[in-house]
């Protein structure tokens, strides 16, 4: 017997259970269905953690805001300890280039509504005391950014969604899409078929699979990226340290110290690695490492744990891939390019509005923004 619902959501990561958390609180029927065994599977458990607000882009400035608005309340409201902790993100400069991007940012993203100041050599050193001080002009800041655990975050989500009655279905896979005059009536899986007036693509790195199933073309490629975490140690600095310039193969760096006291750190690859191979490689370790103590000679005798690899779906300009398309009910939340754990909250109560007919003007001007039918000429800056 096939079953009814208002939605369902292909993908039960960082994205879709919180689309199904903010659905389900105003009284929509969700079905997640997801392939792997449990929530967060996919990429959302090779997050890094870091939550900001800090790009260069209008939208992704107001859905970032919006998801920290729930990161840094979550425990307040419902109890769970996802390990949020406000401790800031940094782009020291060390270049002409750097401080010139930097700080005519800093006047887009403060007239957007970021917390954000440029700080002196002298007061970023008290925020990261030992980090390297040649050639350094200063930074920005950041101090409401922050970061949380991804295993404890997509948890805690997940089951606050089951209990306003979202249900999921994992180990069971998506195969085929039900359209009846050019509108979405239900879809096929492995295991049955299902019906629904809305079907969500949240869909991760197969975000472009899905697409092929109602003939839409949804430009979102992978790329991989790798990461690692160090043993706990005391707490000796404060906020991510995001190093913007170039190094042998990669683009940039960034590291924090999480609410364990582990140092996470990652780096953008220079060339892409694009793909879907998430094995990890033995590249990365010695090309990071060195990286990270020219800029901080402190981390230089700390012991690193283990090192993964994840996947970044990507767009074209750096920006997520958000609303409604040309098939009656098939709503997109894909392409978030790495920030899918930071922006899950925001794009998951954006998601709600549309379907709830609530949009704000900003909602709008974002939605314009994030459209699958823009130019993609643009570019995020701060990706």
């Given at each position: 017997m096939?079953?009814?619902?208002?939605?369902?959501?292909?993908?039960?990561?960082s994205?879709?259970?919180q689309?199904?958390?903010s659905?389900?609180?105003?009284?929509?029927?969700?079905?997640?269905?997801?392939?792997?065994?449990?929530?967060?599977?996919?990429?959302?458990?090779k997050?890094?953690?870091?939550?900001?607000?800090?790009?260069?882009?209008?939208?992704?400035?107001?859905?970032?805001?919006?998801?920290?608005?729930?990161?840094?309340?979550?425990?307040?409201?419902?109890?769970?300890?996802?390990?949020?902790?406000?401790?800031?993100?940094?782009?020291?400069?060390?270049?002409?280039?750097?401080?010139?991007?930097?700080?005519?940012?800093?006047?887009?993203?403060?007239?957007?509504?970021l917390?954000?100041?440029?700080?002196?050599?002298?007061?970023?050193?008290?925020?990261?005391?030992?980090?390297?001080?040649?050639?350094?002009?200063?930074?920005?800041?950041?101090?409401?950014?922050?970061?949380?655990?991804?295993?404890?975050?997509?948890?805690?989500?997940?089951?606050?969604?089951?209990?306003?009655?979202?249900?999921?279905?994992?180990?069971?896979?998506?195969?085929?899409?039900?359209?009846?005059?050019?509108?979405?009536?239900?879809?096929?899986?492995?295991?049955?078929?299902?019906?629904?007036k809305?079907?969500i693509?949240?869909?991760?790195?197969?975000?472009?699979?899905?697409?092929?199933?109602?003939?839409?073309?949804?430009?979102?490629h992978?790329?991989?990226?790798?990461?690692?975490?160090?043993?706990?140690v005391?707490?000796?600095?404060?906020?991510?340290?995001?190093d913007?310039?170039?190094?042998?193969?990669?683009?940039?760096?960034?590291?924090?110290?999480?609410?364990?006291?582990?140092?996470?750190?990652?780096?953008?690859?220079e060339?892409p690695?694009?793909?879907t191979?998430?094995?990890?490689?033995?590249?990365?370790?010695?090309?990071?490492s060195?990286?990270?103590?020219?800029?901080?000679?402190k981390?230089?005798?700390?012991?690193?744990?283990?090192?993964?690899?994840?996947?970044?779906?990507e767009?074209?300009?750096?920006?997520?891939?958000?609303?409604?398309?040309?098939?009656?009910g098939?709503?997109?939340?894909?392409?978030?390019?790495?920030?899918?754990?930071?922006?899950?909250?925001?794009?998951?109560?954006?998601?709600?509005?549309?379907?709830?007919?609530?949009?704000?003007?900003?909602?709008?001007?974002?939605?314009?923004?994030?459209?699958?039918?823009?130019?993609?000429?643009?570019?995020?800056?701060?990706?």
């Amino acid at each position: 017997m096939e079953k009814n619902y208002d939605v369902i959501i292909v993908g039960a990561g960082s994205i879709g259970v919180q689309t199904a958390l903010s659905l389900s609180q105003e009284k929509f029927s969700v079905l997640v269905i997801d392939k792997l065994t449990a929530p967060g599977q996919g990429q959302s458990k090779k997050a890094i953690g870091g939550i900001r607000a800090t790009f260069s882009d209008k939208a992704k400035i107001h859905i970032g805001l919006e998801s920290i608005e729930v990161f840094s309340t979550w425990e307040e409201k419902y109890g769970d300890d996802i390990g949020w902790r406000a401790d800031g993100y940094s782009y020291p400069a060390y270049t002409d280039k750097d401080e010139r991007t930097l700080k005519d940012l800093l006047k887009i993203q403060k007239s957007f509504g970021l917390n954000i100041e440029w700080v002196s050599p002298e007061e970023y050193v008290k925020l990261v005391p030992g980090i390297n001080r040649e050639g350094l002009r200063g930074s920005t800041y950041s101090p409401e950014d922050g970061n949380a655990s991804p295993l404890l975050s997509v948890n805690a989500f997940y089951f606050k969604s089951k209990e306003f009655g979202a249900e999921y279905h994992f180990n069971e896979e998506i195969i085929g899409v039900e359209k009846k005059n050019g509108a979405i009536v239900g879809i096929k899986t492995n295991r049955g078929n299902y019906n629904c007036k809305i079907l969500i693509n949240a869909a991760g790195a197969d975000a472009k699979k899905l697409g092929q199933m109602v003939e839409i073309d949804i430009p979102v490629h992978p790329d991989c990226h790798e990461a690692g975490v160090t043993e706990p140690v005391q707490k000796f600095f404060k906020t991510m340290v995001v190093d913007l310039r170039y190094g042998p193969g990669s683009s940039n760096c960034y590291f924090y110290q999480d609410s364990e006291e582990q140092v996470v750190f990652c780096l953008t690859p220079e060339p892409p690695i694009n793909g879907t191979d998430a094995r990890s490689t033995s590249v990365f370790l010695p090309q990071i490492s060195r990286r990270m103590i020219d800029l901080f000679p402190k981390l230089k005798n700390i012991k690193v744990r283990r090192t993964w690899r994840g996947l970044y779906p990507e767009t074209p300009d750096g920006s997520p891939i958000v609303g409604k398309t040309k098939i009656d009910g098939f709503i997109l939340a894909v392409g978030m390019c790495g920030q899918g754990f930071m922006l899950g909250p925001g794009v998951g109560k954006l998601i709600t509005r549309i379907l709830t007919n609530n949009l704000s003007k900003d909602d709008e001007d974002t939605l314009k923004s994030v459209s699958l039918y823009r130019d993609f000429t643009g570019e995020e800056k701060l990706k």
